[in-house]
């Protein structure tokens, strides 16, 4: 009785949006119709085969972290900072994944169902080990542990692999950046996910700094001068009118990692992400290092 | 006397001069020395490089985008007659940036050719929308102002909507929005001296008209200046200046304003010098500042972007030089409001606005966006939304109605039209009590982030009315100040929300200013703490009343002014903190409900407050519904509608009441 009574109503709010979503689509293994606000979560659930009924910023999602897919049943609940919750309700989601950033949130969302925070980010705490361990929590929390340790373990597998075939190649230090505006960078340091994976690869980071935690790019473009010598990896975004900006830029066209043509754009990769982030960042680096003309300076 | 104050002014501005050129000499320094650890051979090379490429033209692009900025805001005080006119109060800047943002969204190609043509268009909008829509009251000072005010908002918000519905990161409106120096090539540093050249010229041309500009409009007629050809000629040249330093380096605050006020302040009398004093000053204002940015960068980069961080300068430069100086002359700012017709029948007023905030309250309680479209929701699945919209509108709803009644406090006791907690400074200094609060206690519960926001805005205000009180401190200087207050606590908060620490991020989310975490526990608190201090309102009615009429009336019929004061302050800065925590203190509802009310026609002090709460209630719920609709599922700042709703009616009433009164 009851369970039909809950069937009527999800079906009756189903219709009242205009949405017409199969129950099952949802589901994960364990049943569970999980709602992801973190885009680490997202990234590490759908990694573990499990489809969100609903994510936020799905539009930006799909340009800026690229895999794993997401499905088009999933619901786009709006932006991270003020996710939409009456899509959220409506969604009817009974766990809903966020993380230590979305703290002032937790409130609401657990009006909504049982929230799962997966903690990956922390000052000054090298970031692999804890997407590591909400992979493995994700596993538990879903009942796909058995799919959540073999992720792990083939994640760093993979990754001694790339490193592998780096070995003996790569001798520079490694820098990775982002571009804020044609006149300022932010490197990424031990504490980002990308100086953690430079480091599982075998390679030394040139930023031996921390990197800031905010997204702001603080560095003027001359602070690159200070690592003349390293192999220069861009992460995008980079919009047009910063390539344009570098053309004319007397001082970018003038540093030694430009000059010697050291610098490489690799594909789009969550800054913040989790495990599959960390992959996909360790396959473009290891590809953008191999690629001739980067290999030659090795 | 008047010497020694001259000399003491000339040693200040020696003085910070000199500064700006030790910290620059500083970092060529760094660049020019020989290095202390052995570098690969063509390190030095790069050195040569990074100083030739880097230092040297960032230096320069401080002094010219600061003199042209100077050179700016004293044009547009000058024709305008109007001492708060300069390029962000008549939101040149937020123009040109609205324009950019849409240029690099929608047409990449043409910003590739021509990003200055695309700033200066939008600067340009923005004046002449400001101009179009005061013209009927003869660009009258306050009407400029309030409408640039309005028009600089709702471009402002306008970027962050664009910016946010394409899905951007939220960080970058906030950061990248502000002015950043850093070069990498003498190009900008040329475009904008080329620009500051032909307006220093120009100026200099037009030093006659323009003298006689700054007479009434019949006697500059009378002495054959070709007014209106003048006037859009002066403009003009002061907007191509500003648009063309937002192209080039971005939105630089608070140098437009202060370098003319400063330049005043430092006794340059006529035409001539201040022509020279006002970009010189605006020049060393953002030298120093810059020097000041780069010397407490670390060596993971800059803590504040420049153009936020000139007011962390220029704003307690002004607050400590305002009050300073006694012989302020100001071209007048009548900032009386002009007579409104009072209505015969209130309280009929009072009963419409209070069915037409109930219709708001239903339509936003019931229509909304959804996957399917639009929606009106009813039965069960409106109980389940009611969860959420329930706490929303209850709120926004009270929220609006604190604000609005702040604001109307603010105006009666200081008998200044433009006064309001936003112009004050009063909401953004709740947010430096709410950011104490976050850094100094480890988890501030609800009652310690209230009391910490009400103690910064009770501060603020307090601060701002011992300012007002002081003798000769007329309006305009009021506003000046509030201004520069409000700037200040900003560009405080802007240096935080740089640290990107959880903190940061919570700050941030409240500068946005959401009702989407209103729980049912934070409506019955916001709506209790509404009720509880609107209900002391008709309580002070007669104070209200009384004290515009002046200290010596009030006294002589036995008001306890001092006390009345301090009661009424302390009242006006509960009610922003309160709503203020809830909606972010960019609202704009405080400075427009209380007009919107009396220009209606509730002229009594205690109709007027009514109206005003009904009026900033409902704008606010209508304001939120916006916000939560249009881009669903995306949010859109709630500012944005609240600034698009009420602006253009104000705009429109300002001009109907000017013409009913002739």
Redesign the interface.
């Known amino acids: 009785m009851t369970a039909r009574a809950t069937i009527t109503?999800r079906h009756?709010?189903g219709l009242?949006?205009?949405?017409v979503l199969l129950p099952c689509l949802g589901h994960a293994a364990s049943g569970r119709r999980v709602a992801v606000i973190d885009w680490a979560g997202l990234e590490t659930a759908l990694a573990l085969g499990i489809v969100p009924v609903a994510a936020t910023?799905l539009?930006?999602f799909r340009?800026v972290v690229v895999e794993p897919e997401v499905p088009d049943s999933v619901?786009?609940?709006?932006?991270r900072?003020?996710?939409?919750?009456?899509?959220l309700?409506?969604a009817e989601p009974d766990l809903i994944l966020t993380s230590?950033?979305y703290?002032?949130?937790r409130?609401?969302l657990q009006?909504v169902a049982e929230t799962l925070s997966l903690p990956i980010y922390q000052?000054g705490v090298p970031p692999y080990t804890p997407a590591e361990d909400a992979a493995l929590a994700l596993g538990r929390a879903l009942g796909r542990e058995a799919e959540a340790r073999a992720f792990v373990a083939g994640a760093e597998a993979e990754i001694a692999r790339l490193g592998d075939s780096l070995r003996g190649v790569v001798r520079r230090p490694v820098l990775a950046i982002n571009f804020?505006?044609?006149?300022?960078v932010?490197?990424f340091?031990d504490d980002s996910m990308f100086g953690t994976v430079l480091q599982r690869l075998g390679l030394h980071n040139a930023w031996a700094?921390?990197?800031?935690?905010?997204?702001?790019?603080?560095?003027?473009?001359?602070?690159l001068?200070r690592m003349?010598?390293a192999i220069t990896v861009v992460v995008p975004p980079l919009?047009?009118?910063v390539v344009?900006?570098l053309d004319?830029?007397?001082?970018?066209q003038?540093?030694?990692m430009v000059r010697e043509k050291r610098v490489s754009v690799i594909g789009p990769v969550n800054h913040f992400g989790g495990l599959p982030a960390a992959l996909r960042f360790a396959r473009l680096v290891t590809a953008a290092l191999l690629r001739p003309e980067t290999a030659r300076h090795g | 006397m008047a010497e020694r104050v001259a000399v003491n002014r000339i040693l200040l501005w020696s003085g910070l001069a000199l500064a700006a050129a030790a910290l620059s000499i500083r970092q060529i320094a760094g660049h020019a020395a020989a290095p202390s650890i052995p570098l690969p051979p063509d390190a030095a090379w790069l050195d040569g490089v990074i100083l030739y490429h880097s230092v040297l033209p960032r230096i320069a692009v401080a002094l010219v985008a600061g003199a042209a900025l100077g050179l700016s805001g004293l044009l547009l005080q000058r024709v305008l007659r109007n001492p708060l006119a300069e390029p962000s109060t008549l939101g040149v800047s937020a123009g040109a940036q609205l324009a950019l943002t849409l240029g690099m969204l929608y047409a990449p190609a043409l910003m590739n050719h021509a990003r200055e043509g695309v700033a200066l268009a939008g600067g340009l909008a923005a004046v002449g929308l400001i101009l179009a829509m005061t013209w009927r009251r003869g660009l009258e000072p306050v009407a400029v102002v309030l409408a640039g005010m309005m028009v600089a908002l709702t471009a402002t918000m306008g970027s962050a909507a664009l910016i946010l519905a394409n899905g951007e990161y939220l960080f970058s409106i906030f950061l990248w929005g502000g002015g950043a120096l850093a070069q990498q090539s003498w190009g900008p540093t040329m475009t904008i001296a080329v620009r500051l050249l032909i307006g220093v010229g120009a100026a200099f041309l037009l030093m006659r008209p323009l003298a006689i500009l700054g007479l009434d409009d019949a006697s500059a007629r009378s002495l054959g200046v070709a007014l209106n050809a003048t006037r859009f000629g002066v403009i003009g040249v002061a907007v191509w200046l500003a648009a063309s330093v937002t192209a080039e380096v971005g939105v630089i605050g608070f140098v437009g304003l202060a370098a003319p006020a400063l330049a005043h302040l430092s006794g340059a009398r006529t035409q001539g010098q201040r022509l020279v004093a006002a970009p010189l000053i605006g020049a060393l204002l953002l030298w120093l500042t810059d020097g000041l940015v780069q010397l407490l960068a670390g060596v993971d980069g800059e803590r504040v972007p420049t153009g936020a961080a000139t007011a962390l300068l220029g704003g307690p430069l002004l607050l400590w030089l305002l009050p300073r100086l006694r012989m302020f002359e100001w071209p007048s700012l009548n900032s009386r409001p002009a007579p409104s017709r009072r209505s015969a029948r209130p309280y009929r007023l009072i009963a419409l606005f209070a069915i037409l905030g109930a219709v708001a309250v239903g339509l936003a309680l019931t229509v909304g966006y959804g996957p399917g479209g639009w929606t009106l929701s009813t039965g069960p699945l409106l109980d389940t939304l009611l969860g959420w919209r329930g706490p929303r509108v209850t709120v926004a709803a009270a929220a609006g109605a604190m604000l609005a009644a702040a604001g109307m406090l603010l105006q009666r006791v200081t008998a200044n039209p433009l006064a309001s907690p936003e112009i004050l400074g009063v909401g953004t200094g709740a947010g430096v009590g709410l950011t104490a609060a976050l850094f100094l206690v480890a988890a501030p519960g609800f009652g310690v982030q209230l009391a910490a926001s009400a103690a910064g805005a009770v501060l603020t205000l307090a601060a701002m009315l011992a300012l007002s009180l002081r003798a000769g401190f007329g309006p305009e200087r009021l506003l000046l100040a509030g201004i520069a207050m409000s700037a200040l606590c900003s560009a405080v908060l802007t240096a935080v929300i740089a640290t990107g620490t959880p903190q940061a991020f919570a700050l941030l989310r409240w500068l946005s200013g959401s009702t989407n975490e209103a729980g049912p526990g934070d409506s019955w608190f916001c709506a209790g703490v509404a009720a509880l201090l609107l209900a002391t309102l008709p309580l002070t009615a007669k104070w209200l009343e009384i004290l515009p009429l002046g200290d010596v009336t009030a006294r002589s019929i036995g008001l306890p002014v001092r006390r009345c004061r301090v009661l009424l302050v302390l009242l006006a800065g509960l009610l922003t903190a309160a709503a203020a925590l809830f909606v972010g203190p960019l609202s704009f509802i405080g400075l427009i409900a209380p007009h919107l009310a009396r220009l209606a026609g509730l002229g009594r002090p205690l109709q007027q407050g009514i109206g005003a709460v009904l009026i900033g209630g409902g704008l606010m719920v209508v304001s939120d519904w916006l916000a939560r609709t249009v881009a669903f599922p995306y949010q859109l700042p709630l500012g944005l509608f609240a600034a698009l709703l009420a602006g253009p009616y104000l705009i429109w009433l300002l001009g109907r009441s000017d013409a009913r009164s002739h």
């Open positions: 109503r009756a709010l009242a949006a205009g949405a910023e539009i930006q340009k619901i786009d609940l709006g932006l900072g003020t996710p939409n919750y009456e899509a309700t409506l230590n950033y703290e002032g949130q409130a609401s009006r000052p804020g505006d044609a006149r300022h932010r490197a340091g700094s921390q990197s800031s935690y905010s997204a702001a790019a603080p560095l003027g473009i001359e602070a001068a003349p010598d919009p047009p009118d344009r900006g004319d830029s007397a001082l970018w003038a540093l030694p």
